[in-house]
């Protein structure tokens, strides 16, 4: 065979079973993060409070909770200006998720107070202290009606 060349080709030895486990590994690895993402974003979208008269039900994705009625001080509960009360502003996030308009879980306060927080928009705040040592601070659509809900099933 003058003036052509012979092609050749010579298998490489199969992978052993490490590699086919990294990759797996690696595959299950980005399948959770894609689920927790879909897990943190379904918490922002579709999050909220329900009153009833056994407590209040956080409905968040991850730090979602039932807080029993008798846990609750209703009678303290309030809006939260944090121009005119800076002493409840979030200061450190200590377990939680915080995300640009989004901090969800428990917080340090700048009065040096816990809080178990579900923020988006810090102008429409509802604070309500707990007698277990902590309060609750919730962004909510129509505070006021919130407030005056809360006042009424647990005041």
């Known amino acids: 065979m003058v003036g052509s060349e012979m092609v050749e080709f ?12 990294f990759f797996g590994g690696l595959a299950l690895l ?60 979030p200061r450190r996030r200590t377990n939680g998720i915080g995300l640009p308009g989004y901090l ?4 340090t306060l700048h009065n040096g107070d816990r809080a178990l927080t579900f923020l988006t928009d810090y102008s429409r705040v509802v604070y309500i202290p707990t007698s277990e040592g902590y309060g609750v601070m919730l962004s909510v659509c129509e505070p006021d009606q919130f407030l005056s809900r809360l006042r009424a099933v647990y005041g």
């Open 30 to 89: 980005f399948v959770g993060l894609a689920l927790g993402m879909l897990l943190l974003g379904w918490g922002i979208v579709r999050g909220g409070f329900e009153l009833s008269p056994d407590g209040l039900r956080l409905r968040g994705a991850v730090y979602g909770r039932m807080i029993p009625a008798t846990s609750l001080d209703a009678g303290a509960a309030r809006l939260v200006d944090f121009r005119t009360e800076p002493g409840l502003r």
């Open 104 to 107: 969800a879980g428990w917080v």
């Open 10 to 21: 010579f298998p490489m030895v199969p992978a052993s079973g490490k590699a086919w486990a």
